[in-house]
């Protein structure tokens, strides 16, 4: 290459290299990828699921399964990230086991509940030999799901901690799976389960381990608290517990009893009153310990949170401790209290579920269409009509300086009631108030502008500012990929997976195909003060792609059917240290017929009811015979279909 197209590429790429860095400022990427990701020198966002090595280009990935005919929206999967979770997990117990000399160990189940995907949970039984994972149920069909894909060549015993309200046959099927190699552990969470657990054990002659979950009078932090405290919905109170040892020593069964358990909610944001709940439940274990001499596992429940936000607080979406603070906490708390009244110290586990999987998924989707705040070309005449109204915005808009915007503002909100309160009275022409809509809108983004120089703006500047976003429509629907983002409010970071070399100069807001105006994500992250906007790209001749992180914990088993979007597609990925890939399974997502079968609508029934249809409008000559193949092939192709656009 000449020297000076060399120069060129060069300075061209320290240019790439500083809007890439300043991209990921604004997206926040550092605060909430937990190394799992970053963006390349082609301003692509990258996987590393072992946070280290070459890692996947997760654009050049997406445009080659949509040359497989994968269309978006496409859930990605990362199969390395689960595990190095796990291991992250594990590593973290054990250094706290190392550094207050523990004499246990620590073992982390997985809770079922959080993600059930056959895929996902096949990983989590893989996990290699030295990270065991024990399992938790919470109802029938999810003990029936683990007694499916449990085979007895498993290594080591599996514990299988058994949650949730119970009926005899749930008992009965978690007792009988000890004899295909399982270790059932049945967790007491209603009185009335003691008895019938007693009895079932007996039937079956197998050998009964029970745990307690204890309501506690600690309650956690965050979105769950509720989950926690004296009028929580699970658990036994103590004086139930203490009535429940009292019935089992009678009958000389206080060695059933192996377990106590609590759990104080879901993402725990604050890591004091975890502490708290930690000092309570570890002084009940010892207690009982003390009249159970058999006791031997702490189990201290999920609620290990995931910092969404990057902020590191106890803002809802974020958390404000470490996996190794809350790790050594839990340590610490229960082998303090064990050294002290000399008992031995218990197997040590936590059911983290959310922060197993949340991190390995991303959805990615397409931007469709966008509406924009303001037309970009628009220009702005005085107007045709002589109406008043009209004159008079127009000569608001041309006078608008500095010192008196505010005032036009509130001007401008008066006009505006007027002049839609006229158009409904018949005394201004459809003509007319298209016209004032332009005015405003050229006249609130001057606004925008001129406020721009001010250090400190208004409520109704910002609130301006948030009404002012181009819309970026998205392949996708919110209540099926993201349904706590419409529930809870829960935020999930979002960013364009590509483009990333280049300045983002659209402040959007992002929507679904649905329709409903809850269908939009309302919340975006800046560790500073939640975000009700995000900076996007205009679209080029390429398919731009947003990518919505952090999605792997509950969302596709809360997912519902609105406008009968279906399950999206897909894949499993690994990718190795040198950035090879492979696709591990590909699960097509649901087809229309398959959605309207959930509705009770048959196949055979909708063909037959076209076919119908057509023949009667055969018969009356609204159609004709070459129309109805063409309506019948369409219909019959449709039907096999992705619910979503294809593009
Ligand atoms: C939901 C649940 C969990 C998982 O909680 P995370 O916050 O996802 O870790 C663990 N244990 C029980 C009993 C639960 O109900």
């Known amino acids: 290459m000449p020297n000076t197209l060399k120069k060129i590429q060069q300075s061209q790429d320290i240019l790439f290299e500083k809007i890439i860095k300043k991209n990921k400022e604004s997206y926040f990427l ?34 080659s399964l949509v040359k497989r005919g994968i269309q978006p929206p496409i859930l990605f999967r990362f199969d390395g990230i689960i595990r190095d979770r796990i291991k992250n997990i594990y590593e973290a117990f054990e250094n706290a086991i190392q550094e207050y000399d523990y004499q246990n160990s620590y073992e982390l189940a997985y809770p079922i509940k959080v993600n059930q995907q056959k895929h996902v949970v096949e990983v989590l039984k893989q996990s ?145 009153p975890f502490k708290k709940a930690l000092r309570e439940a570890a002084r009940t274990y010892v207690e009982i310990a003390k009249l159970c001499p058999a006791m031997s596992f702490f189990d201290v429940g999920g609620g290990l949170a995931i910092d969404y936000d990057g902020s590191k607080t106890s803002q809802d979406c974020s958390m404000n401790y470490t996996v190794d603070q809350y790790a050594r906490d839990v340590v610490y708390s229960i082998g303090s209290l064990c050294k002290e009244e000399n008992l031995k110290d218990p197997m040590i586990i936590s059911e983290s579920g959310r922060a197993i999987v949340a991190h390995h998924s991303i959805l990615v989707t397409e931007v469709i269409d966008i509406s924009y705040a303001l037309d970009k070309n628009s220009i702005l005449e005085p107007p045709d009509s002589e109406h008043e109204n009209l004159l008079e915005l127009y000569e608001i808009y041309n006078n608008l300086d500095e010192d008196n915007y505010m005032e036009a503002l509130h001007d401008c909100w008066d006009l505006k009631d007027d002049i839609i309160e006229r158009f409904t009275n018949g005394a201004l022409s459809l003509e007319d108030r298209a016209y004032a809509e332009k005015v405003i809108r050229h006249l609130m983004e001057k606004i925008l502008k001129l406020s721009k120089k001010l250090k400190f703006k208004s409520k109704e500047i910002e609130k301006l500012n948030d009404q002012l976003l181009d819309m ?59 975000s009700k906007s995000i900076f996007l790209h205009e679209l080029d001749s390429k398919a731009y792609y947003l990518g919505i992180f952090l999605v792997g914990a509950y969302q596709e088993t809360l997912g519902g059917l609105h406008n009968l979007f279906g399950d999206t597609n897909a894949v499993h990925v690994e990718v190795d240290e040198f950035g090879y890939w492979e696709l591990k399974h590909q699960i097509e997502g649901d087809t229309i017929r398959e959605v309207l079968e959930y509705m009770q609508y048959k196949k055979g029934d909708i063909i037959q009811n076209l076919l119908n249809s057509i023949e009667k409008s055969l018969k009356n000559q609204t159609i004709t015979l070459e129309e109805s193949l063409m309506l019948k092939k369409n219909f019959k192709e449709v039907l096999e279909s992705y619910t979503y656009l294809v593009v």
């Open 128 to 272: 290699d030999g030295t990270h065991p994972l024990s399992l938790e149920v919470g109802s029938k069909p999810e003990l029936i799901a683990v007694l499916s894909f449990y085979h007895l060549d498993s290594k080591k015993e599996t514990l299988l901690l058994c949650n949730g309200y119970k009926d005899e046959k749930y008992i009965e099927l978690a007792l009988l799976s000890r004899k295909i190699g399982l270790r059932p552990i049945i967790i007491i969470e209603q009185y009335y389960e003691l008895d019938l657990v007693l009895k079932l054990a007996e039937k079956l002659n197998v050998d009964l381990e029970i745990g307690f979950r204890i309501k506690l009078h600690s309650r956690g932090s965050g979105k769950w608290a509720s989950s926690g405290g004296e009028h929580a919905k699970f658990g036994l109170n103590v004086h139930e517990i203490n009535q429940a040892i009292k019935h089992l020593t009678s009958l000389e069964k206080e060695n059933c009893v192996k377990l106590l358990h609590f759990h104080i909610g879901s993402q725990l944001t604050s890591i004091m």
């Open 30 to 63: 550092d605060t909430w990828s937990e190394e799992y990701f970053d963006v390349n020198k082609k301003g692509h966002i990258i996987v590393k699921p072992n946070k280290t090595g070459k890692g996947i280009d997760l654009y050049e990935l997406t445009n």
């Open 472 to 530: 970026y429509f998205c392949n996708f629907s919110i209540f099926q990929s993201l349904p706590d983002a419409w529930a809870i409010d829960q935020l999930f970071p979002v960013m364009p997976i590509h483009r990333l070399n280049t300045v983002p100069t659209r402040k959007s807001s992002i929507v679904d195909l649905t329709c409903d105006s809850d269908g939009t994500i309302k919340k975006f992250v800046n560790p500073k003060k939640i």
